[in-house]
């Protein structure tokens, strides 16, 4: 995805870290979003065992300290999930694990 905020002026927030962070995000998001989307947006609901994949994946609480269980980031960690999440077109996805 082409992530609306690492363009001009905000390029400067985002360094390596969060590069890898958004390409890893993109992957869980090709991998186990995108090919069922549709489906779980029909259907009003996706299942839990999501949950436990993106969490292994990293992407719940990416921002939140490392000793309170999140992925010890910053904001910038959950801006690039967050937009992962949603370029996978299950908005219900986005707003469940983001």
């Known amino acids: 995805m082409t992530a609306p905020l690492t363009g001009e002026p905000f390029a400067h927030y985002?360094?390596?870290?969060?590069d890898q962070f958004r390409e890893a995000a993109a992957a869980f998001v090709r991998a186990e979003v995108a090919p069922y989307a549709q489906e779980w947006e029909e259907a009003e609901s996706f299942p839990r065992e999501l949950y436990a994949k993106a969490a292994a994946a990293g992407l719940l609480g990416p921002a939140l300290p490392e000793e309170l269980g999140g992925g010890g980031g910053d904001l910038f960690?959950?801006?690039?999930?967050t937009e992962e999440l949603l370029a996978g077109g299950s908005t219900g996805v986005m707003v469940g694990l983001g």
């Open 77 to 81: 960690h959950m801006v690039a999930s």
């Open 14 to 18: 985002f360094d390596e870290s969060h």
